[in-house]
């Protein structure tokens, strides 16, 4: 670890700190219909997707209707990309004349880009024409992170509001979420990438004559206005199969920085909407806090981890940590940072290649998924993973004091626990459960790249992400089997769609409840004694449902390399 | 409910073109007229003819140029499609080795390499940038560390003195961003270009 490391990554933490406010104030004017600065341009865009959609802006929906809208618009996403995938062959803008995908790699990519994970089981520049990655992917990199704004804002109003039996309209959610939100920054970051070096283009692969005279194809690509969403969004799916590892994805140490911002801003400032909207920002700082704890913690790390390198490097005299699937560019630091941020949030994107990352700087991205990504966060799936964090630890704190619980002037009752604990134990049923069956399926067994230990990570890793909705992965395990993509599909599903309901049925049933009143008995949740609270319930959560399987996995390897055992 | 089937589609399909053909349009439009080199890929030309990218590692295998890093990148077996075989620096499918710290076959590679490069040079510690693989495959830089290196060697097999190549890998040396950002690096394609320019073949 080196003092100019820490510098890079305290630089990046302050930058994010410093966003928050002005982006979260902006944010909470946007949801709440109010004129913005970009509302002469947008807002009669605004208006004629409403008028073409039929949609009254001012009628709300009631939670099941607002959900309903949510997963129609998901099964026409899913179409829209299976049917591209499947005929882009016969599609325009193909220069590399790439053929039809198979069945299961096109459901298993239909799914992981209507969920937001962008889990990659295909190759981006071997595999996909522009067509595909332009209208099929990235239509779902906005509309995947727009809806999970709008969900979150769609909770929250649960919290604010008061005797309602409405918690907004998602159309309208979804529509200011991609217009006012996401694509005014995405143009801004798209150019400024472009600038540092990222390619956009539509022309063909460039054969190039290398100094010594052999032939090098150079996949290019439409690269930068994808990265630019890709990273917003919190999606991940790379443009070419090395995603933010590739130079053309992340051609600078400038457009790292960039890039590690666009993955946070969002899902940090989503914690001051909801400060805001319930009517104290410290109530969103408070939560920030909890975030900023773990996350601080899973930094150091990894870090260390990759700083100190491998037993066995060190016995060869190679200094300067573990380089292997590393880019110079990026060094220990920035790449053991991206690793974290990257996982924190639901986003997925790599710099560096997780498979090959030290046995605990490996483990620290796979319990940030573990723990439902809700450091910081996908946009507003963090937020909301959190809050269903929030719930369990008020009614803990409940307990332990015998009143009923309140947060924010709601009571938590027995429906809203339900719905937490619904949310949450979905989760390790599809990670544990699938890595369960994998393990004893030889032809699944077959699919590990590496032996021992670290090839039971690959496989724990890849439902966790999925799970998660994370997308990064151990990348050696060749997911691209009938086994793998159906599995993993229904991993991701799960992961989104039932952590999803329960957060929306328990906002209908907070909208219907009446606010109270703090009162000196109220437990106050802007403090300390808050934040330390929830860390330790979602540590203990946490540790409980996962730490036997990390056992099997990481914590063995680092024993087995320690004592000098290779497989 | 059946309200809502009709913003699910006219909504849907608006909201894909926006984002899904009009936004990378328009930005394709704009890079191409404000930033046309980087835009194409950062294209280096000789002669007229491109030799490669900038930001594009390739392979040097020659005792005349300076090396990239290891690179693990693949191609289709021509034999058998299902399977694929080494092809390093591989600019159409890139990845890394993907191998764990208790790999034995990462650590058998390594070994191997570090025990040439002693060979090479025993003067000086080996930078573990050049016994290990990139992420992409692709990486276009090495560390300072790694360029001098190589210098013997260089110097000898094109009858330079070393301290004319040294020179060459300070020039093309490049610090961090603001003096914070990043790691030092020198990109090997520009290197090499630079050595042609100051000794050729």
Known sequence: ?567 | MLKEIRPAIILLLALTLITGLAYPLAITGIAGAVFPKQAAGSLIEKDGKVIGSALIGQEFKSDKYFHGRPSATTTADPNDAAKTVPAPYNAANSGGSNLGPTSKALNDRIKEDVDKLKAENPSMPIPVDLVTTSASGLDPDISPEAALFQVPRIAKARNMAEDQVRQLVADKTEGRFAGVLGEPRVNVLALNLALDAAAPK
């Open chain 1, 1 to 567: 670890m080196t003092v100019i490391g820490w510098i890079q990554i305290i630089l990046f933490c302050v930058i994010v700190v410093a966003l928050v406010k002005p982006l979260g104030g902006y944010m909470t004017r946007v949801f709440a219909g109010e004129r913005t600065l970009l509302s002469p341009v947008l807002r009669p865009v605004e208006a004629g997707l409403y008028w073409i959609g039929g949609v009254d802006e001012n009628r709300e929906q009631h939670w099941l209707t607002y959900t309903v809208g949510m997963l129609l618009f998901h099964v026409g996403g899913f179409l829209i990309i299976y049917a591209l995938m499947r005929l882009q062959a016969f599609l325009p803008f193909n220069p590399a004349g790439q053929s039809a995908v198979a069945e299961d790699l096109s459901f298993n990519t239909a799914i992981s880009f209507i969920t937001n994970t962008n889990w990659q089981n295909y190759g981006g520049e071997s595999t996909l024409s522009y067509l595909v990655q332009m209208l099929g992917l990235m239509h779902q990199n906005f509309l995947s992170a727009a809806t999970g704004i709008a969900l979150a804002v769609a909770l929250i109003r649960g919290f604010a509001r008061s005797s309602m039996r409405t918690i907004g309209n998602f159309w309208v959610d979804v529509t200011r979420a991609t217009l006012y939100v996401l694509l005014p920054i995405c143009v801004v970051a798209a150019l400024f990438l472009v600038w540092q070096g990222m390619p956009q283009t539509l022309g063909p692969y460039v054969d190039a004559t290398t100094l010594e005279g052999a032939k090098q194809t150079i996949a290019v690509g439409p690269v930068a206005s994808q990265v630019a969403i890709k990273m917003l969004g919190t999606n991940g799916g790379g443009f070419f199969n090395a995603n933010a590892a590739h130079p053309f994805e992340n051609p600078t140490a400038l457009s790292n920085l960039l890039q590690m911002l666009l993955i946070f801003i969002l899902g940090a400032a989503m914690t001051n909407v909801f400060g805001r909207m319930v009517g104290n920002q410290r109530q969103g700082w408070a939560i920030l806090t909890v975030m900023g704890v773990l996350f601080v913690a899973g930094v150091i790390i990894t870090y260390w981890a990759e700083a100190s390198g491998t037993s066995t490097l060190q016995a060869l005299g190679l200094t300067g940590g573990n380089m292997e699937g590393k880019e110079v560019r990026f060094g220990i630091a920035a790449s053991s940072l991206f690793a974290v941020v990257t996982t924190a949030a639901s986003c997925g994107a790599v710099n560096a290649m997780h498979d090959s990352f030290t046995a605990l700087g490996g483990m620290i991205p796979l319990i940030n998924m573990q723990l439902g990504e809700i450091i910081v966060g996908g946009v507003g799936a963090g937020l909301y993973g959190m809050l269903l964090f929030v719930v369990l630890a008020i009614f803990v704190a409940g307990l332990m004091v015998g009143r009923t619980p309140e947060y924010v002037g709601k009571k938590i009752e027995a429906r809203e626990v339900k719905m937490a604990m619904l949310a949450i134990l979905v989760l390790p049923l599809m990670y544990l459960g699938w890595t369960a069956v994998a393990v004893v399926l030889p032809s699944a067994v077959a699919s590990m790249a590496n032996a021992g230990p670290h090839g039971f990570t690959e496989v724990l890793y890849a439902f966790t992400s999925a799970t998660g909705n994370n997308g990064s992965a151990f990348a050696g395990l060749s997911g691209n089997t009938f086994f793998y993509n159906l599995t993993l599909a229904c991993s991701m599903f799960v992961g989104r769609f039932f952590m999803i309901v329960p957060a929306m049925a328990m906002a209908g049933s907070l909208a219907g409840k009446k606010s109270i009143p703090p009162s000196a008995g109220t437990f106050p949740t802007t403090g300390g004694l808050f934040v330390g609270l929830v860390v330790g319930v979602i540590l203990i959560i946490g540790g409980l449902t996962f730490f036997p399987a990390l056992a099997l996995g990481p914590i063995v390897e680092h024993l087995a390399m320690n004592g000098g055992a290779l497989f």
